[in-house]
């Protein structure tokens, strides 16, 4: 029989021995006992920082009697089910199917279709990785940008210049299939198992490559530079898609994952009565600090240990109905980068290798922004928001592709720092007030939390920590309306997906997602229903990453 025991306490050091005679020492018996044993996850418990151990869940078969054991304390042993197959039957009929966008969405819907056997096109509006990587080089070394290819537009969305987090709260079944692709071209198998996986944005890049490069090889047709610019309907349903070129190409389903930051695409579906609705997301700073602080401040003594990673952490302030201020995306050993995507704005967001090796942490520092906030009841307001304070930073970063940037401390102070703390963030940080490039209800909230953050993590308010302007794209801040089936409620054909439709937060909710709306194609013409993804699959389901 197959079983599952979680919550297995393991100290440093322990988590490298053989899984089987782990099992055993628990357990009982001898290893050879104990068949096919697989570590499904490995959290760290550093709750106390003299003791910090990791916690572990372990499959695996045995024919030994499991009653009663005894385990350690909140240990638990059940059986549990054989692991999901993926593989599919063709479906009946195939479908011609268009997607507009290539990153996680985009790319793992082109995937799931393809198991079924229906080929679909991916329009991508920015370049191919190769390219993207250039025009970034150029932008990070020169400050010049590429608005079509930039960290936001180009093969592999904008998680490719990311800290690569495969974290996600959605608990779908499908999170397995996203993982195990990621691993089968080229992430470390340890994202199997990590409770806060992350594959490294160097990782991720080859991964997006040799992923398409397989699509393809199975039929997929990637189209690069090819940016919609328009939609036909024949009887009210979706029939051909256009490209700013003029081209016409004519499909049966339209899949959208543009990501968060394709506004134009958005103005278009708007003018075309596409529904959809204001969404809130959050605004703020990257905050960064050395490593090592952060390392000090979350172990304790037991810093340095080779089985500890580069320390993370999660802070949240509450700070009334509607109002909270809290990290986001936060980077170990990352660096901050230059995310613009549009003339005249700066936009700021944390990166890392796989490595995690660059002596810096960095978060986003964030708050709340309802649609209250907007200051407009336009569909839109919440793109005319953000461009307006990516503008205000572009001009306190002296109208170049800078950032502005100040200490914490005097932030804290309501004061420009002469002179900044060292920073991984490139092209350059421009000495400035960042107040005057943030809404003065996050200016507050910030100034609010970030004492309480420094009484949850010592350190945090350090002479080192420093303040980037502005993280202005955590999410969409619309959300296409879809039913129950995936497609739109006003517009027959059209499925509306991943991050920049508003139903995910990250690469993995997203990738799940795009898995999501594949199925309801698939189901629509002629397969059967895939019944391991049957559950938490609404429509309306969304979740962002932290």
Known sequence: MRYLITNLPLELGEERKALDAILACVLGGRPEEYAEPSLERLSL?????????????????????????????????????????????????????????????????????????????????????????????????????????????GEGGAGTFSDGKLTTRIGHPAIRYVIETFVRFGAHPKVLYLARPHVGTDVIRKCSVLIRKEAEAR??????????????????????AVLDSGEEIPCDALVLAPGHSARDTLEMLHGLGVAMRQKAFAMGVRVEHPQDLIDHSQYGPSTG????????????CNLGPARAAYSFCMCPGGEVIQCASEPGGVVVNGMSNAKRDSGFANSGLVAKVNTSDFGSDHLLGGIYFQRKWEQAAFRAAGETYGAP?????????????????????RPFAVPADIATCLPGFVLEQLLSAIPDF??????????????????????????????????????????????????????TSAAVDGIRVAEWIAQKHGAPAFLPFQRNVKAGEYATEY
Request: hydrophobic share 40%; with cysteine.
């Open 305 to 316: 240990h080779p089985s500890l990673a580069p320390a993370d952490y999660k802070l949240v």
């Open 405 to 425: 940037a100040t200490s914490v401390q005097d932030f804290l102070k309501g004061r420009a720092s002469g002179q900044l703390p060292a920073t991984s963030f």
């Open 45 to 153: 418990d550093a709750r106390h920082k003299g003791s910090i151990r990791f916690l572990a869940a372990l499959a695996f078969r045995t024919g030994r009697p499991m009653e009663g054991l005894r385990l350690p304390p909140g240990t638990r042993l059940e059986p549990t089910p054989e692991p999901v197959v993926w593989s599919v039957a063709p479906a009946p009929r195939r479908p011609r199917v268009v997607i507009v966008g290539s990153g996680p969405a985009g790319t793992f819907c082109a995937l799931r279709l393809l198991d079924y056997g229906i080929m679909p096109i991916l329009l991508e509006r920015g370049a191919p990785m190769s390219e993207r990587v250039r025009a970034l080089a150029g932008l990070w070394r020169d400050g010049v940008l590429d608005p079509s290819a930039n960290a936001q537009f």
């Open 219 to 240: 039929g997929a047709v990637y189209r690069f530079r090819a940016r919609l610019a328009d939609l036909r309907f024949r009887d009210g349903a979706v029939a051909a």
């Open 454 to 507: 420094d009484r949850k993590l010592h350190g945090f308010t350090s002479r080192q920590a420093l303040l980037l302007a502005i993280e202005s794209r955590t999410s969409s801040p619309v959300q296409m309306l879809r039913g129950d089936n995936g497609e739109s409620v006003s517009h027959p054909g059209l499925y509306p997906c991943g991050e920049g439709a508003g139903f995910a937060g990250g690469i």
